[in-house]
């Protein structure tokens, strides 16, 4: 497989690109940070996503998507992470459709993913419990009640769980809080009797919220995927979001280098541009050697997921762990090489560094995904 975009992929790449430059830069991101915006995104962007087809690149043609696999949504989520631009694009485009399109019945595809394509519904994965990504680890209990079940405990930061229509929630139908048998996922609207929401302001500027389930009734058919032996399809739905998640770190990482080569060249000390000083000219090089290693292995992460998906949990961890590396790396680099300044508001880089922070802990970190990627490996 050619580790190269194709030229459908690359013509999204360019189109993507100009579209976020010119209408989602950076300073979107912070007028959304000094209003106060309790979306965390900007409601007109994500209805110009809708309406180029970004939201439907992974819901297939029958319901209204474009159906162009996981390459092109990586090549998507690569360009916003250029611009930071903030959107439940990975909690709803890529996370959602996918768990709906593999897993969803007929009905439940039929009702929401036209929705999801056409950028009318957002959808939010409850899967975390606790301080630490461990999605196996599931206390919130689904008791049989009547034809459905009665859902009770709690989920921890639920990205987009703030804003979402839909929930896909995972709890327990059977065993004990840390065994992988026994976990079913199910489809809970957000405004569903006994559903509390609490939004969490977010270090990126962007928000999450804890999720409150008291005695919450659903009907069978919210059950998403199998009773008792959801967990693989859980791991399916979140790799699908760790891959967007690292090609968002990888075009974070890329405007990173970029933005501070560009600083090289015009920053001035003892009077002389500071891109003449071979220290900083060793550690310029060495970050780009590692973002290009980065794009290679996040292609491949998604190639994989097109080609394999029931086989690209490794290949997906593998990427997801070195892009969390990278991208902190380059934040980090841009903030020093300007002179520490980058974490002031003069300089957009400090924005790229907590975008990064969030984004590297989000469904698993570089070390949760190290220590996953060894054990498939039976290191």
Known sequence: MAMVLNEEAGMLKDAARGYLKASAPVSQLRKLRDSGSEDGFDR?????????GWTGVLVPEAHGG???????????????????????????????????????????????LPRIAAGEAITALAADEGRKHNPSRVAVSAERSGNGFKLNGRKTFVAEGHVADMLIVSARTAGSENEAEGITLFLVPRDAAGVTVERKDTVDSRHAADIVLDNVDVTADAVLGEVDNGLGALEAVLDA??????AEMSG???????STVGYLKERKQFGQ????????????????????LGKSIVLKALQTLDAAPDHAAMMVSAAKAKLGQVA???AREGVQ?????????????????????????????????ADKFARMRKY
Not at 80 to 106: C, K, Q, V
Not at 252 to 258: M, N, P, R, V, W
Not at 273 to 292: C, D, K
Request: charged letters at 20%; aromatic letters at 8%; a negative charge.
């Open 44 to 52: 007109k962007t994500w209805a110009d996503m809708a309406e180029m």
């Open 66 to 112: 474009v159906e162009m696999g996981h390459v092109a949504a990586g090549v998507i989520a690569e360009e916003m992470g250029r611009t930071l631009t903030a959107s439940p694009y990975i909690s709803t485009a890529i996370m959602g459709a996918t768990a709906l399109s593999r897993f969803g019945s007929d009905g439940q595809k039929s009702e929401w």
């Open 241 to 246: 979001g760790r891959a967007g998640l690292s």
């Open 252 to 258: 974070s990482a890329q405007q990173c280098l970029d």
């Open 273 to 292: 541009i500071i891109g003449t000083f071979q220290a900083l000219q060793h550690r310029a090089a060495h970050l780009y050697s590692e973002v290009e």
């Open 328 to 330: 902190q790396l380059a």
């Open 337 to 369: 090489m300007h002179g520490g300044m980058g974490m002031t508001d003069e300089f957009d880089i400090g924005f790229y560094m907590k975008r990064v922070r969030v984004a590297e802990a989000l469904y698993g970190d570089a070390n949760y995904h």
